[in-house]
């Protein structure tokens, strides 16, 4: 059942009572350890997987949703001690390249019942998938920041494939091949000619 069939599933006077809502359900593939986290409080079972509350801890940029394959980015951002930001620096190679999925699920919620009442209504649904970007920060006398980027699926799709000429391309191209290894070595290289 698709994402339409699931809405359309919704009892009406269950949609009355205004005690529908949507939360965000992310998941980081981090080289050596992903994470999911959803915009709750507290750890959430669903889909069989557990999600990490997060509460607004991390904020998300706006999802424009259209109908057309878009190429518009996505930003995360995390309030950050000193020692995140440190760690943050150490970890480029983790995060860079990876995947990264954002999905919406409905739930409906009983304020009477107090946190336990959230129930999933349907099966998750993507709102954005894309892949990560290098961690920028920043650091004043009250707060440090992390900011992650994430580019959409199609941010380079009129790039030619393998469009670039490195090493990553080249092993592409020819696996084993060396050839390009030492391009960064003799970037700033000038050649004399006697």
Do not use: C
């Not at 079972?45 to 998300?60: C, F, K, N, P, R």
Request: hydrophobic share 35%; net charge negative.
């Amino acid at each position: 059942m698709g994402v339409r069939d699931d809405i359309l599933a919704i009892p009406d006077e269950l949609l009355r009572t205004g005690e529908v809502t949507e939360v965000a359900l992310v998941f980081m593939d981090f080289k050596d350890n992903p994470k999911r986290w959803w915009n709750g409080i507290g750890p959430f079972t669903h889909a069989g997987h557990e999600w990490q509350g997060v509460g607004d801890l991390i904020s998300m940029s706006e999802i424009r949703a259209n109908y057309q394959p878009t190429a518009e980015p996505m930003t995360f951002e995390l309030a950050a001690t000193e020692q995140m930001i440190d760690d943050t620096i150490d970890a480029q190679a983790q995060v860079y390249g990876r995947a990264v999925y954002v999905y919406g699920q409905l739930m409906y919620t009983s304020p009477a019942l107090g946190r336990d009442a959230w129930t999933p209504i349907g099966s998750p649904y993507a709102h954005f998938v894309g892949t990560m970007r290098s961690p920028s920060y920043s650091f004043s006398a009250t707060q440090g920041k992390i900011t992650l980027g994430a580019e959409g699926l199609f941010y380079r799709r009129s790039s030619p494939p393998r469009g670039i000429l490195n090493d990553t391309d080249q092993k592409s191209r020819q696996p084993g091949d060396r050839g390009a290894e030492y391009f960064p070595k003799y970037e700033d290289y000038e050649t004399r000619w006697v």
